[in-house]
């Protein structure tokens, strides 16, 4: 009778071999990789306590053929002016000097308004008419010392007859001289007085030979100008120098740009300087001005110092409160090696590069220091030189080709 093994017992014997299978390949393994060929040279160790020296890996070079550089625009480094500005945000604003806020001399109540806001108005021109107790009571003055100078005068004349004859004495014919002169100077303050409102000789004049009041006293414009704000109305009772003012009238051939800097850029600016604005109202346009004024002392929550400069606006296109950027020629222009913005390449580290070439087919990657960026060129301080050939246009496809492999 046949005998029959186990099946438990095959898979532990095939096991066993298998296992020695394995151990002998591992061995013939590690004996081909494990043992150097006794000719090949073992790295040079450092010595201890020297750190390894830094290797600095060489810069990339892209290889173009014919037809890729085609696509390459290559230009040459080049001197180019660069203005020395500084830049800042600010505002318009009235040009508080040629600002005038327009009260009546005397307290009166408002009969009649002759001007809108927004209306160019005259140096003269009647803006309204006032109510005025006090107008009232110096034109009665004056008329009533016209009338005693005419009859102090009247007198005068018949004593300069009777007093050759004497009959009048010496003392009455000083008495005439006297009351006379005396009605000379009360005529001519009170028409003083009428100069305090407003009035002209011709009109002081008209008054004395009519002898006739006017009840409403005119305000006119001290200066010429724009009515920048009004707050009178017909019947409203007004003083002198109760704000608000019932008119305000201001020069707006030149405006107020207020912009405040940095405190770091104090030392660039002064007064005098010229400066370039523009609005976002007109882009394009530039206004032109100077620098009038510097504040006194730096705003401790900003650390910032307000620069006030004088803008030239002879159209009235500048309105106050619009927003304007400013820029500050802080010296003489800058030549400087130059490149346009398209051929210099920002790094994700924060650096610029530009590519270089000899031969408009191979190209050298190399870091640049940038200054100034004007009118789309770069100020270019180190790393490439004026006459050097660099790619002005296309500078991210050779990146591209370097750093990410493209064709």
Known sequence: ??????????????????????????????GSLGTRPADAAAPPATPPGQAAAPTNPPPPVVKLTDAQAQSIEVGSVALRSFNQVEDA????????????????PYQGRILQ????LGDSVKKGQPLFTLESPDFIQAESNLIAAAGVLDQTTSALG?????????AISQNDYEQAVSDQQSAEGALKAAREALKVFGKTD?????????????????????????????????????????????????????????????????????????????????????????I??????????????????????????LRPGMFANFVISTGAPLQAPAVPESGVVREGDGTFS??????????????????????????IIDGVRTGDLVAIDGAIFLSNIAFGGAN
Not at 113 to 116: G, R
Request: net charge negative.
């Open 1 to 30: 009778m046949q005998r029959q093994f186990p099946i438990t017992g095959r898979v532990v014997v095939c096991g066993a071999v298998a296992v020695c299978g394995l151990g002998a390949l591992g061995a013939v393994l590690y």
């Open 89 to 104: 945000l600010g505002s318009i604003d009235f040009n508080e000097d040629l600002e005038v806020q327009v009260f009546p």
């Open 113 to 116: 308004l002759f001007a809108k």
């Open 158 to 166: 018949r004593a300069k007859q009777l007093y050759p004859n004497q």
């Open 202 to 290: 011709a009109e002081i004049d008209r008054i004395v030979a009519a002898r006739r009041v006017e009840t409403a006293l005119v305000v006119r414009s001290p200066i010429s100008g724009r009515i920048t704000a009004r707050n009178a109305a017909p019947g409203m009772f007004e003083q002198p120098g109760n704000p608000p003012a019932p008119y305000s009238v201001a020069d707006v051939s030149t405006v107020w740009m207020l912009a405040n800097i940095t405190e770091i850029d104090i030392p660039h600016v002064d007064v005098g300087q010229g400066v370039r604005v523009t609005v976002s109202a007109y882009p394009g346009r530039e206004f032109r001005g100077a």
């Open 292 to 317: 009038t004024a510097l504040g006194a002392s730096v705003d401790p929550g900003t650390h910032r110092v307000t620069v006030r400069s004088e803008i030239e606006d002879p159209h009235h296109e």
């Open 354 to 379: 530009v590519w270089v070439t000899a031969d408009r087919h191979e190209f050298v990657r190399r870091q640049v220091t940038i200054g100034l960026s004007q009118d789309h060129y770069d100020q």
